[in-house]
């Protein structure tokens, strides 16, 4: 098991940053892959991006990419997202999520672990 608590969320003005956590406990995190996907109110949740085991290797959804980073710290078994630039339309509930098969990253049928989420607002 795997547990995955994210932080760092708030409100900021456009164009601004904001950095959010996710800590896990539980197995060692090191040997999952991590999620970050994002649901606003009456949205589908969305992808927003993912990082290898080792970090390595990310992935990020197409309206973020150039503006969000992804990061990891193993010894600390936390992933971070780095957010740049933001925009209105990034406001959402954020959440982290972890999986072991490293595979269909993007897909969030695929994650076997989720966090509760932290909301991120972005005024105009």
């Known amino acids: 098991q795997v547990q995955l608590v994210e932080s760092g969320g708030g409100l900021v003005q456009a164009g601004g940053s904001l950095t959010l956590s996710c800590e896990a406990s539980?197995?060692?995190?090191?040997?999952?892959?991590a999620g970050w996907f994002r649901q606003a109110p009456g949205n589908a949740r969305e992808f927003v991006g993912a990082?290898?085991?080792?970090?390595?290797?990310?992935y990020y959804a197409d309206p973020v990419k150039g503006r969000f980073t992804i990061s990891r710290d193993n010894a600390k078994n936390t992933v971070y997202l780095q957010m740049n630039s933001l925009k209105p339309e990034d406001t959402a509930v954020y959440l982290c999520?972890?999986?072991?098969?490293?595979?269909?990253?993007?897909?969030?049928?695929?994650?076997?672990?989720w966090g509760q989420g932290t909301q991120v607002t972005v005024s105009s």
């Open positions: 539980g197995r060692t995190s090191s040997t999952h892959c």
């Open positions: 999520a972890a999986q072991g098969s490293g595979k269909q990253l993007s897909r969030e049928w695929a994650y076997d672990y």
């Open positions: 990082i290898g085991r080792s970090g390595g290797i990310t």
